[in-house]
Protein backbone atom coordinates (compact mmCIF):
# COMPACT_ATOMS: atom_id res chain seq x y z
CA UNK A 1 0.00 0.00 0.00
CA UNK A 2 0.99 4.02 -0.35
CA UNK A 3 0.66 5.85 2.70
CA UNK A 4 1.48 8.96 4.18
CA UNK A 5 3.86 9.32 7.04
CA UNK A 6 3.82 12.69 9.27
CA UNK A 7 7.89 14.22 9.01
CA UNK A 8 7.14 17.42 10.00
CA UNK A 9 4.43 19.48 11.96
CA UNK A 10 5.25 23.05 11.71
CA UNK A 11 1.47 24.10 11.05
CA UNK A 12 0.51 21.15 13.76
CA UNK A 13 -0.97 19.18 10.80
CA UNK A 14 0.45 15.48 10.23
CA UNK A 15 0.69 16.68 6.16
CA UNK A 16 3.10 19.18 6.29
CA UNK A 17 6.60 17.88 5.03
CA UNK A 18 5.01 14.29 4.92
CA UNK A 19 7.29 11.22 3.20
CA UNK A 20 5.88 8.55 1.16
CA UNK A 21 6.18 5.10 1.65
CA UNK A 22 5.17 2.60 -0.84
CA UNK A 23 4.43 -1.23 -0.18
CA UNK A 24 3.36 -2.60 -3.43
CA UNK A 25 3.16 -1.15 -6.64
CA UNK A 26 -0.60 0.59 -7.79
CA UNK A 27 -2.59 -1.75 -9.71
CA UNK A 28 -3.96 -0.93 -12.65
CA UNK A 29 -7.18 -2.44 -12.92
CA UNK A 30 -9.73 -0.15 -10.36
CA UNK A 31 -11.97 -1.62 -7.79
CA UNK A 32 -15.31 -0.50 -9.24
CA UNK A 33 -17.14 2.14 -7.35
CA UNK A 34 -20.13 0.43 -6.42
CA UNK A 35 -17.72 -2.31 -4.84
CA UNK A 36 -16.46 0.66 -2.76
CA UNK A 37 -19.41 1.88 -1.21
CA UNK A 38 -22.11 0.26 1.21
CA UNK A 39 -25.59 -1.08 0.52
CA UNK A 40 -26.95 1.89 2.13
CA UNK A 41 -25.33 4.62 -0.44
CA UNK A 42 -28.55 6.92 -1.13
CA UNK A 43 -26.78 8.68 -3.99
CA UNK A 44 -23.72 8.14 -6.18
CA UNK A 45 -21.58 9.27 -9.15
CA UNK A 46 -18.62 7.70 -10.27
CA UNK A 47 -16.29 8.73 -13.31
CA UNK A 48 -14.32 5.93 -14.49
CA UNK A 49 -11.64 7.54 -15.80
CA UNK A 50 -11.13 10.86 -14.93
CA UNK A 51 -8.18 11.98 -17.32
CA UNK A 52 -10.32 10.42 -20.29
CA UNK A 53 -13.97 11.86 -19.35
CA UNK A 54 -11.60 15.25 -18.77
CA UNK A 55 -10.47 14.83 -22.29
CA UNK A 56 -13.69 14.10 -24.48
CA UNK A 57 -15.33 16.95 -22.46
CA UNK A 58 -13.35 19.04 -23.69
CA UNK A 59 -14.29 17.91 -26.87
CA UNK A 60 -18.30 19.37 -26.36
CA UNK A 61 -19.59 22.51 -26.84
CA UNK A 62 -20.35 22.58 -22.90
CA UNK A 63 -16.23 21.92 -22.16
CA UNK A 64 -15.48 24.76 -24.62
CA UNK A 65 -17.96 27.02 -23.36
CA UNK A 66 -17.01 26.75 -20.19
CA UNK A 67 -13.31 27.69 -21.13
CA UNK A 68 -13.98 30.57 -23.19
CA UNK A 69 -12.25 33.53 -22.17
CA UNK A 70 -15.03 35.89 -21.74
CA UNK A 71 -16.25 33.65 -18.70
CA UNK A 72 -12.56 33.46 -16.91
CA UNK A 73 -13.43 36.92 -15.11
CA UNK A 74 -16.88 35.53 -13.84
CA UNK A 75 -15.72 32.00 -13.06
CA UNK A 76 -12.90 33.39 -10.83
CA UNK A 77 -15.48 35.81 -8.97
CA UNK A 78 -18.05 32.83 -8.08
CA UNK A 79 -15.73 30.44 -6.52
CA UNK A 80 -16.16 31.70 -3.19
CA UNK A 81 -19.73 31.87 -3.24
CA UNK A 82 -19.98 28.66 -5.14
CA UNK A 83 -17.86 27.12 -2.64
CA UNK A 84 -20.32 28.54 0.38
CA UNK A 85 -22.96 26.92 -1.28
CA UNK A 86 -21.67 23.28 -1.71
CA UNK A 87 -20.56 23.30 1.97
CA UNK A 88 -23.93 24.11 3.00
CA UNK A 89 -24.96 20.82 1.18
CA UNK A 90 -22.69 19.08 3.25
CA UNK A 91 -19.82 19.27 0.61
CA UNK A 92 -16.62 19.75 3.65
CA UNK A 93 -13.86 17.70 1.59
CA UNK A 94 -11.87 20.59 0.34
CA UNK A 95 -11.48 19.28 -2.47
CA UNK A 96 -12.62 21.43 -6.05
CA UNK A 97 -12.85 20.72 -9.61
CA UNK A 98 -8.83 21.77 -10.33
CA UNK A 99 -7.69 19.02 -7.45
CA UNK A 100 -9.29 16.25 -9.19
CA UNK A 101 -7.86 17.14 -12.79
CA UNK A 102 -4.26 17.29 -11.27
CA UNK A 103 -4.89 14.29 -8.82
CA UNK A 104 -7.41 11.83 -10.38
CA UNK A 105 -5.20 9.48 -12.71
CA UNK A 106 -8.32 6.89 -13.20
CA UNK A 107 -11.58 6.13 -11.18
CA UNK A 108 -13.46 8.83 -9.00
CA UNK A 109 -16.00 8.74 -7.31
CA UNK A 110 -18.64 10.44 -4.83
CA UNK A 111 -21.21 9.11 -2.77
CA UNK A 112 -23.83 9.60 -0.13
CA UNK A 113 -24.16 7.36 2.69
CA UNK A 114 -27.19 6.71 4.75
CA UNK A 115 -26.25 5.76 8.38
CA UNK A 116 -27.21 5.10 11.98
CA UNK A 117 -26.46 7.00 14.97
CA UNK A 118 -26.93 10.56 15.91
CA UNK A 119 -25.42 11.59 12.72
CA UNK A 120 -27.39 9.61 9.90
CA UNK A 121 -25.56 10.42 7.04
CA UNK A 122 -21.62 10.99 5.82
CA UNK A 123 -20.85 11.59 2.56
CA UNK A 124 -17.57 9.96 0.76
CA UNK A 125 -14.93 10.47 -2.28
CA UNK A 126 -12.18 8.04 -3.53
CA UNK A 127 -9.67 9.43 -5.93
CA UNK A 128 -7.66 6.92 -7.83
CA UNK A 129 -4.38 8.60 -7.69
CA UNK A 130 -2.11 6.48 -9.48
CA UNK A 131 1.51 7.67 -9.60
CA UNK A 132 0.11 10.96 -9.17
CA UNK A 133 1.96 10.65 -5.67
CA UNK A 134 3.73 14.47 -5.61
CA UNK A 135 0.60 15.92 -6.75
CA UNK A 136 -1.50 14.33 -3.86
CA UNK A 137 1.24 14.98 -1.59
CA UNK A 138 1.10 18.93 -2.36
CA UNK A 139 -2.50 18.91 -2.25
CA UNK A 140 -2.56 17.81 1.16
CA UNK A 141 0.26 20.08 2.20
CA UNK A 142 -2.11 22.89 0.65
CA UNK A 143 -4.82 21.38 2.33
CA UNK A 144 -3.14 21.71 5.64
CA UNK A 145 -1.97 25.16 5.39
CA UNK A 146 -5.93 26.52 4.09
CA UNK A 147 -7.18 24.94 7.06
CA UNK A 148 -5.11 26.38 9.06
CA UNK A 149 -6.10 29.57 8.06
CA UNK A 150 -9.84 28.85 8.76
CA UNK A 151 -8.51 27.84 12.27
CA UNK A 152 -8.74 24.02 12.25
CA UNK A 153 -7.43 21.27 14.75
CA UNK A 154 -6.06 18.19 13.39
CA UNK A 155 -5.16 15.02 14.23
CA UNK A 156 -3.98 11.45 13.51
CA UNK A 157 -5.13 8.09 13.74
CA UNK A 158 -4.37 4.49 12.64
CA UNK A 159 -7.05 2.05 11.00
CA UNK A 160 -6.38 -1.02 9.16
CA UNK A 161 -2.65 -0.16 9.15
CA UNK A 162 -3.25 3.37 7.05
CA UNK A 163 -2.36 6.75 8.80
CA UNK A 164 -5.26 8.65 8.45
CA UNK A 165 -5.67 13.02 8.98
CA UNK A 166 -8.38 14.43 10.85
CA UNK A 167 -9.15 17.96 10.62
CA UNK A 168 -12.04 19.97 12.30
CA UNK A 169 -12.68 23.30 10.81
CA UNK A 170 -15.65 25.87 10.85
CA UNK A 171 -18.22 25.46 8.29
CA UNK A 172 -17.79 28.34 5.39
CA UNK A 173 -21.51 28.74 5.53
CA UNK A 174 -21.64 29.04 9.69
CA UNK A 175 -18.89 29.28 11.36
CA UNK A 176 -20.55 28.27 14.51
CA UNK A 177 -20.81 24.94 13.02
CA UNK A 178 -17.62 22.85 13.02
CA UNK A 179 -17.21 20.12 10.21
CA UNK A 180 -15.47 17.04 10.46
CA UNK A 181 -13.16 15.83 7.78
CA UNK A 182 -10.55 13.11 7.29
CA UNK A 183 -7.95 11.91 4.59
CA UNK A 184 -5.96 8.71 4.00
CA UNK A 185 -4.27 7.18 1.18
CA UNK A 186 -4.92 3.33 0.37
CA UNK A 187 -3.95 1.39 -2.39
CA UNK A 188 -3.19 4.54 -4.48
CA UNK A 189 -6.84 5.88 -4.03
CA UNK A 190 -7.14 8.97 -1.87
CA UNK A 191 -9.51 9.11 0.52
CA UNK A 192 -11.50 11.98 1.73
CA UNK A 193 -14.81 11.25 3.76
CA UNK A 194 -17.01 13.49 7.01
CA UNK A 195 -16.60 10.19 9.10
CA UNK A 196 -14.35 8.39 10.69
CA UNK A 197 -16.44 4.44 10.67
CA UNK A 198 -17.14 5.33 6.16
CA UNK A 199 -13.27 5.75 5.93
CA UNK A 200 -12.36 2.70 8.00
CA UNK A 201 -15.07 0.49 5.86
CA UNK A 202 -13.50 2.33 2.58
CA UNK A 203 -10.15 1.43 3.39
CA UNK A 204 -11.35 -2.15 4.06
CA UNK A 205 -13.25 -2.28 0.76
CA UNK A 206 -10.08 -1.37 -1.35
CA UNK A 207 -9.73 -5.24 -1.51
CA UNK A 208 -12.92 -5.26 -3.72
CA UNK A 209 -14.76 -8.12 -1.76
CA UNK A 210 -17.03 -5.80 0.16
CA UNK A 211 -20.10 -8.21 1.17
CA UNK A 212 -22.17 -5.12 2.13
CA UNK A 213 -21.35 -3.13 -1.21
CA UNK A 214 -23.68 -1.54 -3.57
CA UNK A 215 -22.88 -4.09 -6.42
CA UNK A 216 -24.28 -6.58 -4.15
CA UNK A 217 -27.86 -5.33 -3.70
CA UNK A 218 -30.56 -6.83 -5.86
CA UNK A 219 -31.52 -3.73 -6.72
CA UNK A 220 -28.32 -2.31 -8.06
CA UNK A 221 -28.00 -5.38 -10.42
CA UNK A 222 -31.37 -5.33 -11.50
CA UNK A 223 -31.29 -1.84 -12.74
CA UNK A 224 -27.79 -2.08 -14.25
CA UNK A 225 -29.27 -4.93 -16.19
CA UNK A 226 -31.62 -1.86 -17.75
CA UNK A 227 -28.90 0.35 -18.50
CA UNK A 228 -25.89 -1.38 -20.17
CA UNK A 229 -24.39 -0.42 -22.99
CA UNK A 230 -23.50 -2.51 -25.85
CA UNK A 231 -19.48 -1.80 -25.50
CA UNK A 232 -19.94 -1.43 -21.66
CA UNK A 233 -17.48 1.87 -21.96
CA UNK A 234 -19.04 4.87 -20.62
CA UNK A 235 -17.72 7.98 -18.71
CA UNK A 236 -19.94 8.49 -16.00
CA UNK A 237 -22.65 6.10 -13.97
CA UNK A 238 -25.00 7.39 -11.41
CA UNK A 239 -27.53 6.06 -8.85
CA UNK A 240 -29.81 7.33 -6.80
CA UNK A 241 -32.83 6.78 -4.34
CA UNK A 242 -34.58 9.48 -4.76
CA UNK A 243 -36.47 9.37 -1.22
CA UNK A 244 -33.46 8.04 0.62
CA UNK A 245 -31.42 11.43 -0.99
CA UNK A 246 -34.16 13.69 -0.25
CA UNK A 247 -33.86 12.45 3.67
CA UNK A 248 -30.22 12.70 3.85
CA UNK A 249 -30.56 16.19 2.22
CA UNK A 250 -32.26 17.71 4.77
CA UNK A 251 -30.26 15.99 7.86
CA UNK A 252 -27.27 17.78 5.74
CA UNK A 253 -28.85 21.16 5.82
CA UNK A 254 -30.12 20.77 9.15
CA UNK A 255 -33.73 22.20 8.12
CA UNK A 256 -36.63 21.74 10.23
CA UNK A 257 -39.71 19.72 8.01
CA UNK A 258 -42.36 22.67 7.04
CA UNK A 259 -46.02 21.59 8.24
CA UNK A 260 -47.41 20.08 5.93
CA UNK A 261 -44.37 18.06 5.29
CA UNK A 262 -44.42 17.31 1.73
CA UNK A 263 -41.33 14.46 1.48
CA UNK A 264 -43.27 12.57 4.72
CA UNK A 265 -46.32 12.64 3.11
CA UNK A 266 -44.95 11.55 -0.37
CA UNK A 267 -43.62 8.31 1.57
CA UNK A 268 -46.78 7.35 3.18
CA UNK A 269 -48.75 8.06 -0.02
CA UNK A 270 -46.45 5.10 -1.64
CA UNK A 271 -43.89 7.15 -3.50
CA UNK A 272 -41.11 5.33 -2.15
CA UNK A 273 -41.92 3.10 -4.56
CA UNK A 274 -40.05 4.35 -6.72
CA UNK A 275 -37.20 2.88 -5.76
CA UNK A 276 -34.06 4.38 -7.34
CA UNK A 277 -32.80 6.33 -10.51
CA UNK A 278 -29.63 4.95 -12.38
CA UNK A 279 -27.99 5.91 -15.62
CA UNK A 280 -24.68 6.71 -17.84
CA UNK A 281 -23.21 8.92 -19.67
CA UNK A 282 -21.36 8.83 -22.89
CA UNK A 283 -19.27 12.15 -23.66
CA UNK A 284 -18.40 13.25 -27.26
CA UNK A 285 -19.90 10.13 -29.31
CA UNK A 286 -20.19 10.45 -33.61
CA UNK A 287 -23.19 13.07 -33.56
CA UNK A 288 -23.55 13.67 -29.71
CA UNK A 289 -22.10 15.70 -27.13
CA UNK A 290 -23.65 13.87 -24.96
CA UNK A 291 -25.26 10.62 -24.99
CA UNK A 292 -27.52 9.90 -21.82
CA UNK A 293 -28.92 6.20 -21.29
CA UNK A 294 -31.08 6.03 -18.14
CA UNK A 295 -33.90 3.64 -16.08
CA UNK A 296 -36.80 4.50 -13.25
CA UNK A 297 -37.08 1.41 -11.34
CA UNK A 298 -40.68 1.41 -9.95
CA UNK A 299 -41.38 -1.82 -7.39
CA UNK A 300 -45.47 -2.49 -7.73
CA UNK A 301 -47.29 -0.78 -4.65
CA UNK A 302 -51.04 -0.84 -3.92
CA UNK A 303 -51.09 3.10 -2.71
CA UNK A 304 -53.85 4.38 -4.79
CA UNK A 305 -51.93 7.73 -5.02
CA UNK A 306 -49.09 6.14 -7.13
CA UNK A 307 -51.65 5.10 -9.71
CA UNK A 308 -51.17 9.20 -10.90
CA UNK A 309 -47.65 7.72 -12.56
CA UNK A 310 -49.53 6.23 -15.51
CA UNK A 311 -47.91 6.64 -18.22
CA UNK A 312 -48.93 4.18 -21.39
CA UNK A 313 -47.24 3.69 -24.52
CA UNK A 314 -48.71 5.14 -27.83
CA UNK A 315 -47.77 4.88 -31.43
CA UNK A 316 -46.83 8.41 -31.85
CA UNK A 317 -46.77 11.99 -29.85
CA UNK A 318 -46.48 14.31 -32.65
CA UNK A 319 -46.89 18.04 -31.72
CA UNK A 320 -49.56 19.97 -33.51
CA UNK A 321 -48.78 21.71 -37.03
CA UNK A 322 -49.47 25.21 -35.91
CA UNK A 323 -47.19 25.41 -33.52
CA UNK A 324 -44.75 28.54 -33.17
CA UNK A 325 -41.08 28.27 -35.43
CA UNK A 326 -40.06 30.13 -32.47
CA UNK A 327 -41.07 27.80 -30.35
CA UNK A 328 -38.06 26.76 -27.52
CA UNK A 329 -38.98 23.50 -26.63
CA UNK A 330 -41.87 20.85 -26.99
CA UNK A 331 -42.45 18.20 -24.57
CA UNK A 332 -44.89 15.25 -25.89
CA UNK A 333 -46.12 13.33 -23.02
CA UNK A 334 -48.77 10.42 -22.76
CA UNK A 335 -50.43 10.39 -19.42
CA UNK A 336 -53.45 8.75 -18.17
CA UNK A 337 -55.20 11.24 -16.66
CA UNK A 338 -58.66 10.13 -17.39
CA UNK A 339 -58.21 7.24 -14.90
CA UNK A 340 -55.46 8.72 -13.30
CA UNK A 341 -57.56 12.01 -11.78
CA UNK A 342 -59.54 9.74 -8.96
CA UNK A 343 -55.94 8.74 -7.90
CA UNK A 344 -55.14 12.65 -6.70
CA UNK A 345 -57.52 12.01 -3.85
CA UNK A 346 -55.64 10.62 -1.03
CA UNK A 347 -52.74 12.65 -2.06
CA UNK A 348 -54.74 15.97 -1.70
CA UNK A 349 -56.72 14.92 1.35
CA UNK A 350 -53.01 14.01 3.20
CA UNK A 351 -51.65 17.60 1.97
CA UNK A 352 -54.34 19.85 2.27
CA UNK A 353 -56.93 17.82 5.01
CA UNK A 354 -59.30 14.93 4.28
CA UNK A 355 -62.30 15.32 2.71
CA UNK A 356 -61.15 17.93 0.49
CA UNK A 357 -60.89 16.24 -3.02
CA UNK A 358 -64.46 15.32 -3.07
CA UNK A 359 -65.39 18.73 -0.98
CA UNK A 360 -64.05 20.49 -4.12
CA UNK A 361 -65.40 18.12 -6.91
CA UNK A 362 -68.67 18.32 -5.02
CA UNK A 363 -68.58 22.35 -4.57
CA UNK A 364 -67.71 22.53 -8.28
CA UNK A 365 -70.68 20.16 -9.36
CA UNK A 366 -73.00 21.10 -6.48
CA UNK A 367 -72.62 24.83 -5.70
CA UNK A 368 -75.77 27.24 -7.23
CA UNK A 369 -73.09 29.74 -7.41
CA UNK A 370 -70.17 27.56 -8.75
CA UNK A 371 -70.21 26.38 -12.70
CA UNK A 372 -71.74 22.98 -11.77
CA UNK A 373 -69.53 20.59 -13.73
CA UNK A 374 -69.43 17.44 -13.01
CA UNK A 375 -65.79 16.54 -14.11
CA UNK A 376 -66.17 12.63 -13.67
CA UNK A 377 -68.91 12.51 -16.34
CA UNK A 378 -68.49 15.95 -17.95
CA UNK A 379 -64.85 16.36 -18.72
CA UNK A 380 -62.99 13.33 -17.77
CA UNK A 381 -64.90 10.74 -20.54
CA UNK A 382 -63.35 12.84 -23.04
CA UNK A 383 -59.33 13.15 -22.31
CA UNK A 384 -57.28 11.24 -24.28
CA UNK A 385 -53.70 10.74 -23.17
CA UNK A 386 -51.65 12.88 -24.99
CA UNK A 387 -50.10 15.93 -23.79
CA UNK A 388 -48.00 18.81 -24.95
CA UNK A 389 -46.24 21.33 -23.20
CA UNK A 390 -44.31 23.63 -25.37
CA UNK A 391 -42.64 26.71 -24.19
CA UNK A 392 -41.70 30.18 -26.37
CA UNK A 393 -39.44 33.09 -25.24
CA UNK A 394 -40.66 36.57 -26.24
CA UNK A 395 -37.87 39.57 -27.41
CA UNK A 396 -37.10 41.70 -25.49
CA UNK A 397 -36.22 39.42 -22.72
CA UNK A 398 -38.17 40.37 -19.70
CA UNK A 399 -38.86 38.37 -16.19
CA UNK A 400 -42.13 37.86 -17.83
CA UNK A 401 -41.15 36.36 -21.08
CA UNK A 402 -41.13 32.54 -20.98
CA UNK A 403 -44.46 31.84 -22.36
CA UNK A 404 -46.00 28.14 -22.22
CA UNK A 405 -48.91 26.55 -23.85
CA UNK A 406 -50.33 23.25 -22.23
CA UNK A 407 -52.53 20.87 -24.96
CA UNK A 408 -54.42 18.36 -23.98
CA UNK A 409 -55.98 16.20 -26.90
CA UNK A 410 -59.63 15.78 -26.73
CA UNK A 411 -61.61 12.35 -27.76
CA UNK A 412 -64.42 14.90 -28.23
CA UNK A 413 -66.00 14.59 -31.88
CA UNK A 414 -69.07 16.54 -30.86
CA UNK A 415 -67.24 19.10 -29.21
CA UNK A 416 -69.49 19.26 -26.23
CA UNK A 417 -66.75 20.26 -23.85
CA UNK A 418 -67.62 23.53 -25.21
CA UNK A 419 -70.34 24.24 -23.87
CA UNK A 420 -68.79 22.85 -20.06
CA UNK A 421 -66.36 25.82 -20.92
CA UNK A 422 -68.35 28.35 -21.39
CA UNK A 423 -70.39 27.67 -18.14
CA UNK A 424 -67.40 27.80 -16.64
CA UNK A 425 -66.02 31.29 -17.91
CA UNK A 426 -69.33 32.70 -17.34
CA UNK A 427 -69.28 31.53 -13.33
CA UNK A 428 -65.62 32.89 -13.25
CA UNK A 429 -66.04 36.59 -11.79
CA UNK A 430 -62.28 37.03 -13.08
CA UNK A 431 -63.03 35.65 -16.47
CA UNK A 432 -63.47 37.47 -20.30
CA UNK A 433 -64.97 36.01 -23.14
CA UNK A 434 -63.17 36.89 -26.27
CA UNK A 435 -64.24 35.45 -29.65
CA UNK A 436 -61.68 35.58 -32.12
CA UNK A 437 -61.62 34.08 -35.90
CA UNK A 438 -64.58 31.70 -34.70
CA UNK A 439 -62.77 30.59 -31.65
CA UNK A 440 -64.30 31.59 -28.03
CA UNK A 441 -61.25 32.37 -25.85
CA UNK A 442 -61.63 32.72 -22.01
CA UNK A 443 -59.40 35.58 -20.89
CA UNK A 444 -58.58 35.38 -16.67
CA UNK A 445 -56.78 37.92 -14.62
CA UNK A 446 -56.11 38.34 -11.45
CA UNK A 447 -56.79 42.50 -10.45
CA UNK A 448 -55.98 43.49 -7.32
CA UNK A 449 -58.10 45.51 -5.80
CA UNK A 450 -57.17 48.27 -2.79
CA UNK A 451 -59.52 47.51 -0.03
CA UNK A 452 -59.65 49.75 2.94
CA UNK A 453 -60.80 48.12 6.32
CA UNK A 454 -62.63 50.08 9.40
CA UNK A 455 -61.85 48.62 12.50
CA UNK A 456 -63.75 50.00 15.50
CA UNK A 457 -63.03 47.45 18.18
CA UNK A 458 -59.45 48.28 19.42
CA UNK A 459 -59.99 46.02 21.84
CA UNK A 460 -58.63 42.88 19.76
CA UNK A 461 -54.78 43.29 18.92
CA UNK A 462 -54.33 42.02 15.20
CA UNK A 463 -51.21 39.54 14.72
CA UNK A 464 -49.59 41.14 11.98
CA UNK A 465 -47.57 37.72 11.36
CA UNK A 466 -50.84 36.11 10.70
CA UNK A 467 -52.54 38.37 8.79
CA UNK A 468 -49.19 38.58 6.44
CA UNK A 469 -49.57 35.12 6.30
CA UNK A 470 -52.96 34.72 5.54
CA UNK A 471 -52.42 37.26 2.76
CA UNK A 472 -49.89 35.62 1.20
CA UNK A 473 -51.76 32.05 1.11
CA UNK A 474 -54.65 34.35 -0.24
CA UNK A 475 -52.85 35.12 -3.35
CA UNK A 476 -53.51 33.53 -6.24
CA UNK A 477 -51.90 30.86 -8.38
CA UNK A 478 -51.21 32.60 -11.74
CA UNK A 479 -52.06 36.25 -12.36
CA UNK A 480 -53.34 35.70 -15.39
CA UNK A 481 -53.94 32.78 -18.37
CA UNK A 482 -56.23 31.57 -20.99
CA UNK A 483 -57.87 28.76 -22.24
CA UNK A 484 -60.13 27.43 -25.63
CA UNK A 485 -60.45 24.62 -27.32
CA UNK A 486 -59.15 24.34 -30.81
CA UNK A 487 -58.22 21.30 -33.37
CA UNK A 488 -59.31 18.95 -31.43
CA UNK A 489 -57.28 20.64 -28.14
CA UNK A 490 -57.94 22.17 -24.95
CA UNK A 491 -55.58 24.94 -24.83
CA UNK A 492 -53.87 26.20 -21.91
CA UNK A 493 -51.94 29.27 -22.46
CA UNK A 494 -50.24 31.81 -20.18
CA UNK A 495 -51.31 35.11 -21.93
CA UNK A 496 -54.31 35.38 -24.44
CA UNK A 497 -51.84 37.06 -27.03
CA UNK A 498 -50.22 33.20 -27.45
CA UNK A 499 -53.89 31.24 -28.23
CA UNK A 500 -54.62 34.39 -30.57
CA UNK A 501 -51.35 33.41 -32.35
CA UNK A 502 -51.83 29.87 -32.40
CA UNK A 503 -55.21 29.95 -34.06
CA UNK A 504 -53.83 32.71 -36.72
CA UNK A 505 -51.48 30.00 -38.06
CA UNK A 506 -54.04 26.82 -37.57
CA UNK A 507 -56.40 29.30 -39.96
CA UNK A 508 -53.31 29.95 -42.61
CA UNK A 509 -52.11 26.67 -42.12
CA UNK A 510 -48.44 27.06 -41.63
CA UNK A 511 -46.66 24.21 -40.60
CA UNK A 512 -43.16 26.01 -39.66
CA UNK A 513 -41.80 24.53 -36.72
CA UNK A 514 -41.13 21.22 -37.52
CA UNK A 515 -39.73 21.97 -40.73
CA UNK A 516 -36.75 24.05 -39.01
CA UNK A 517 -33.61 22.82 -39.70
CA UNK A 518 -32.65 21.73 -36.21
CA UNK A 519 -35.68 21.17 -35.27
CA UNK A 520 -35.76 18.31 -37.74
CA UNK A 521 -32.52 17.25 -36.94
CA UNK A 522 -33.59 16.45 -33.30
CA UNK A 523 -36.81 14.41 -34.67
CA UNK A 524 -34.38 12.42 -37.17
CA UNK A 525 -32.34 11.39 -34.03
CA UNK A 526 -35.09 10.76 -31.54
CA UNK A 527 -36.81 8.38 -34.66
CA UNK A 528 -33.51 6.65 -34.40
CA UNK A 529 -32.93 5.94 -30.74
CA UNK A 530 -36.91 5.01 -30.41
CA UNK A 531 -36.65 2.86 -33.72
CA UNK A 532 -39.77 0.67 -33.64
CA UNK A 533 -40.63 1.30 -29.67
CA UNK A 534 -44.03 3.01 -28.57
CA UNK A 535 -43.22 5.98 -25.96
CA UNK A 536 -44.62 7.82 -23.20
CA UNK A 537 -42.56 10.76 -23.46
CA UNK A 538 -41.00 12.37 -26.25
CA UNK A 539 -39.56 15.92 -26.32
CA UNK A 540 -37.17 18.12 -27.95
CA UNK A 541 -35.14 21.56 -27.25
CA UNK A 542 -33.59 24.53 -28.73
CA UNK A 543 -31.24 25.58 -26.08
CA UNK A 544 -29.70 28.54 -27.72
CA UNK A 545 -33.50 29.59 -27.14
CA UNK A 546 -34.62 28.25 -24.03
CA UNK A 547 -31.54 29.04 -21.77
CA UNK A 548 -31.53 32.64 -23.30
CA UNK A 549 -34.03 34.45 -20.94
CA UNK A 550 -32.53 32.66 -17.71
CA UNK A 551 -29.11 33.86 -18.79
CA UNK A 552 -30.06 37.46 -19.28
CA UNK A 553 -32.09 37.71 -16.70
CA UNK A 554 -28.61 35.63 -14.75
CA UNK A 555 -26.68 38.48 -16.05
CA UNK A 556 -28.73 41.48 -15.16
CA UNK A 557 -29.57 40.29 -11.43
CA UNK A 558 -33.04 39.60 -11.70
CA UNK A 559 -33.41 35.41 -12.24
CA UNK A 560 -35.10 35.49 -9.07
CA UNK A 561 -38.41 37.00 -10.53
CA UNK A 562 -38.62 35.35 -13.47
CA UNK A 563 -42.22 33.73 -13.97
CA UNK A 564 -43.39 30.60 -16.21
CA UNK A 565 -46.62 28.59 -15.25
CA UNK A 566 -44.64 25.40 -14.45
CA UNK A 567 -42.68 27.46 -11.77
CA UNK A 568 -45.39 29.18 -9.96
CA UNK A 569 -47.01 25.77 -9.65
CA UNK A 570 -44.01 24.11 -7.85
CA UNK A 571 -43.47 27.37 -5.48
CA UNK A 572 -46.82 27.34 -4.49
CA UNK A 573 -46.26 23.93 -3.34
CA UNK A 574 -42.96 24.08 -2.13
CA UNK A 575 -42.65 27.58 -0.96
CA UNK A 576 -46.34 28.16 0.07
CA UNK A 577 -45.71 31.31 1.92
CA UNK A 578 -43.85 32.88 -1.49
CA UNK A 579 -41.14 33.55 1.14
CA UNK A 580 -38.65 33.25 -1.71
CA UNK A 581 -40.27 35.75 -4.29
CA UNK A 582 -38.51 38.72 -3.53
CA UNK A 583 -35.29 37.33 -2.77
CA UNK A 584 -31.95 38.81 -4.30
CA UNK A 585 -30.33 36.88 -7.02
CA UNK A 586 -27.23 35.43 -4.86
CA UNK A 587 -24.91 34.79 -7.70
CA UNK A 588 -23.79 38.19 -9.70
CA UNK A 589 -23.46 37.72 -13.54
CA UNK A 590 -22.71 41.21 -14.60
CA UNK A 591 -19.41 40.06 -15.71
CA UNK A 592 -20.80 37.55 -18.30
CA UNK A 593 -20.92 38.38 -22.06
CA UNK A 594 -24.08 38.96 -24.40
CA UNK A 595 -26.06 35.79 -24.55
CA UNK A 596 -25.21 36.22 -28.40
CA UNK A 597 -21.26 36.01 -27.63
CA UNK A 598 -21.67 32.49 -26.71
CA UNK A 599 -25.03 30.93 -28.02
CA UNK A 600 -23.32 29.12 -30.60
CA UNK A 601 -22.06 26.62 -28.05
CA UNK A 602 -25.75 25.58 -26.95
CA UNK A 603 -26.64 22.82 -29.18
CA UNK A 604 -30.29 21.46 -29.65
CA UNK A 605 -31.05 18.23 -27.57
CA UNK A 606 -34.07 15.81 -27.38
CA UNK A 607 -35.10 13.09 -25.29
CA UNK A 608 -37.67 10.09 -24.90
CA UNK A 609 -39.24 7.87 -22.57
CA UNK A 610 -40.44 3.82 -22.80
CA UNK A 611 -42.83 2.32 -19.75
CA UNK A 612 -41.73 -0.34 -19.20
CA UNK A 613 -43.49 -3.24 -16.44
CA UNK A 614 -40.65 -2.65 -13.84
CA UNK A 615 -40.66 0.91 -14.51
CA UNK A 616 -39.41 3.96 -17.39
CA UNK A 617 -36.35 3.46 -19.80
CA UNK A 618 -34.62 6.63 -20.62
CA UNK A 619 -32.74 7.91 -23.39
CA UNK A 620 -31.72 11.89 -23.95
CA UNK A 621 -28.82 13.48 -25.90
CA UNK A 622 -26.88 16.91 -26.90
CA UNK A 623 -26.04 16.80 -30.25
CA UNK A 624 -22.79 17.94 -31.71
CA UNK A 625 -22.29 20.79 -33.33
CA UNK A 626 -23.07 20.40 -36.78
Known amino acids: MICLMAANSTLGFPWT ?29 SFPNVPEFIALWNKTQLGKLAKDAKLEAFWKTQQEEIQSKFSEAGWQLNLKVEDLEELAAGQTSLGWIAREGAKPYSIAMAVEIGDRKEKAEKFLERLASQLSERKATSKTWT ?26 ISNGVLIATDDATTMTEMIRAQSGDRKDSLANLDLYKNVQTKIANADEKYELEYFVRPIGIAKLMRAIGGTTPKNPDLLKILEAQGFDAIQCV ?42 PSWLSKESASVAGVSWNLK ?47 ELFIVTEIQKPVTTESKRSLVLLKLNDPDKKLLKVIDRYGKNEPNATPLDFEGYRIWNFKNEEEAEVTLEFDTSKKSNKKEEEEEE ?8 HWAITIMDGYFVFGSDVDLIKDAI ?12 EPDVERVMAIL ?37 SVLAAIADR ?45 IQSFVLDKK
Open 17 to 45: GSLWTSHECFAGDSVPAANVFPDTTQAMV
Open 159 to 184: TEGISVTQYTAPSLANETKMLESHYA
Open 278 to 319: AGNLQLAEEGFDVFHNGFVKIAKSNKPAVGILDFPNVEKLIP
Open 339 to 385: DAFANFEPLVDAYVGNGTFQGVMEGIRDDVQGPQIDIQKEVLPFLSS
Open 472 to 479: MNDQPLLE
Open 504 to 515: KRLKSEESLLMK
Open 527 to 563: DTVAGSDQLSVRQFNRSDRSFEMQYDLFREGKLNASK
Open 573 to 617: ILDPKNKNKDQAQKLNGNQLPTFDEIRNYFQPSGGIMHTEEEGWS
